[in-house]
């Protein structure tokens, strides 16, 4: 363990981790989990917040997961910066530790990025993993469902938090919980946004130009047209659909998918049923994909 | 929870389990996991006897697991006993209490033989699963790791005891375990056998015709010869297999595979490295499937 001058404590290894869990299993205290890529910002430290409002202590962990990039994308790229990410958890004043594992902890039999080569034990929530998302990063639920098993069999925590943001993860961990098991509650926090253009707040954001950076709103205006078309009464695809488009044509931004999708399957819908849908949309600026999404007549 | 005349506890919810549980936590007890399909013979009841050596309690966990079995296979027909597995666990004497879940319990959204038809969350140990009996059954070990895993989640035990008779199955979970950092110690405890012939002890026995049960042993025969070749300093693949193959052939077996293989990656090897190997083979009797195996040169 090592500690900052903050006194968060910081674990790297699983042992260490779980000691300390067994420490606060014998005080009866609850443990939340925050699983993190790192990069922290405001949408991180909301999720952070919501654990420290249920639970006794918060376990932020921050790990950039190998099987969850494909070998074409960011991984050595992504950016980390757990010095700062310390900081920031530490300024919350939550009553919280970082687990920050190396990968050999993760993976003790080593991880490789080329999913045909991946061998070892792997979690997979078929049905939801191929659509959207897995539509254009096949591993990457596979890799996400793997890693969050992981951690929740190192941390044990009572409850665990995920932001909305990622919606497709957020129904495939409601899922992997249901379908295996897990004894954890799962809570989902809404995305946090730019407070002036309504940007959701993503580590991935650091890469955009000034240029993009000011285009990227357009997805969301369009977002929040299509959510008061149906508070108007329409519940149509194309209708919904299209009013995102048309804002995201107006900044010229490349599409890869817009999407009216179930809640629960995450199949697409022709328009809103009483239970719901998810309005979803993942676009490319330049070598950055963004994602973003709001959900239309429910609530997780 | 339901409970017999010899009060061993039946429960049959994964609530009603995990309550017991939480019960055991508080108490301090330690808790062992013997996971079975019923049909209980001395092979199970030498892991209950393991597990009553190492833990406080164990949880004897029946349950016919509709994932590992394909669409062919002998699921409606397989044994099940229960009344008669519960009467033979309270005779053990030992600190036990059975969860007999219902197929819904287990999987709530339900589950169906056919593999290509599978929705819902499996775990897979990848390069474990395809070889030996994978070959044959290749939706095997998707289903034993994914049921595995669930029952780990419910019990929480701190051992789990498995047959070295499905040896390939240790093999598997060894890898689920270290691999998802199951906080859980294994425990393999050795193959119980026929006192007068050596037939390795299975619930699919009671399907052997007399003459059938006559002929089984030959095949256990060449597994001993092959060792006795190996204590006089033979280590070749061809000769320890043929020495199986030439007892099996005495009796006319149908075999399906007789292989040397690696105990960590289950490859196959052309001689005996000093790490020791798996010998294992299987064979048809009609209708009826049968496994066996000796470890050469190396104890689990």
Redesign the interface.
Known sequence: MSSNADTVPVFHT?SEL?SWRSDQRKQGKTVGLVPTMGALHNGHLTLVSAAQQSCDTTVVSIFVNPAQFAPHEDLDQYPRTLPQDIQKIAETQANCVVFAPLVSE????GITTDRSK??????????LSEMLEGGSRPHFFRGV??VV??LF??V?PEMAFFGQKDVQQCCVIK??V??????IKLNIVPTVRDPVDGLALSSRNVYLTEEQRAKAPALYRGLCAAQKLYSQGITGREELIGAVAAEAAQENLDIEYICLSSPDTLEELDSVPSSGAILSSAWRMGKTRLIDNVLIGFEF
Chains 1, 2 share one sequence.
């Open positions: 699983v779980r993760m993976y003790p039999n991946q061998k070892g034990t792997f979690v997979e929530v078929l049905g469902a793997t098993s992981k069999h190192i044990m899922n992997l249901a379908d295996l098991l897990f004894p």
